[in-house]
């Protein structure tokens, strides 16, 4: 079923991954925008979106924690799943030469031993104080929490904020050229779990279709950019079953 992509993938030079929420379900974190997602459950009244907006958060970094703090700070809790690992398998064997550009927060392809990750909205894995900039690990932030405290700076006792892009945020210029870059030399995009509704990182795949290159995306959901793939699987786990049984058995 998946021999096309195998064949794909040998005869490449360069290849990068976009991975999105859907990834991270296998490991029992919620996506946004499905059904049961974070967007589909109001707190306080107030719809996540609200509370994910960096003007919101200045104002109010106290009821953010208290949502957070079910959501995102328990991440720690999920392990790698065999999306992770076989990513880090594929990296270590030369597969993705330009490296995993990642929608997600949650640090588990860093967990999973990857090297060249690209969190393009942000990591939870550590918070900097929004008064004098020194970085606070995700450890001191979970804590303060989960002891219903606001992580605040233990220098100037300013507000820790996470270090992951609002709303109203910009992404990190450097880091979007860079993806840009990767995009536009790469012969072969795998996407991965992202229905690609997110703008600029939606659009990173776009770069590649202008240039005629192979894209493979395994999605559950229909994305703008299906037309333009060379290969459209929806199914993540048994797409990354085979993905890992052609691994073993070609570099064991």
């Known amino acids: ?148 405290k606001l992580p605040i700076c233990s220098t100037c006792k300013g507000v820790i904020k996470p270090d992951i892009v609002f709303y109203g945020e910009n992404l990190d210029m450097s880091l979007l050229t860079r993806a840009e870059n990767a995009f536009y030399n790469a012969d072969l995009v795998i996407v991965l779990g992202s229905s690609l509704v997110v703008n600029p990182a939606a659009s990173l795949p776009y770069i590649s279709a202008r240039k005629g290159r192979n894209i493979v995306i395994v999605n559950r959901d229909d994305t703008y950019l299906d037309s333009y793939a060379k290969l459209r699987y929806r199914d993540l786990k048994s797409f990354f079953d085979s993905f890992s049984e052609y691994l073993e058995k070609n570099n064991p």
Request: proline letters at 3%; glycine letters at 6%; hydrophobic letters at 35%.
């Open 1 to 148: 079923m998946f021999e096309e992509f195998f064949s794909l993938l040998e005869k490449s030079k360069r290849q990068v991954v976009l991975t999105g929420a859907g990834v991270s379900t296998l490991s029992g974190i919620p996506d946004f925008r499905s059904s049961d997602g974070l967007y589909s459950k109001e707190f306080g009244h107030m719809r996540v979106e609200e509370i994910l907006d960096i003007d919101f958060f200045k104002e109010h970094p106290d009821v953010f924690y208290s949502w957070a703090k079910d959501n995102w700070y328990n991440i720690d809790q999920a392990e790698p799943n065999i999306i992770h690992k076989t990513l880090k398998k594929a990296e270590d064997i030369g597969f993705i030469t330009e490296g995993i550009f990642t929608q997600n927060i949650d640090f588990l392809h860093e967990r999973a031993g990857s090297r060249k990750v690209f969190p393009l909205h942000g990591t939870l894995e550590r918070g900097y104080c929004m008064n004098c900039h020194s970085y606070h690990e995700y450890k001191e932030i979970s804590n303060a929490v989960h002891s219903d």
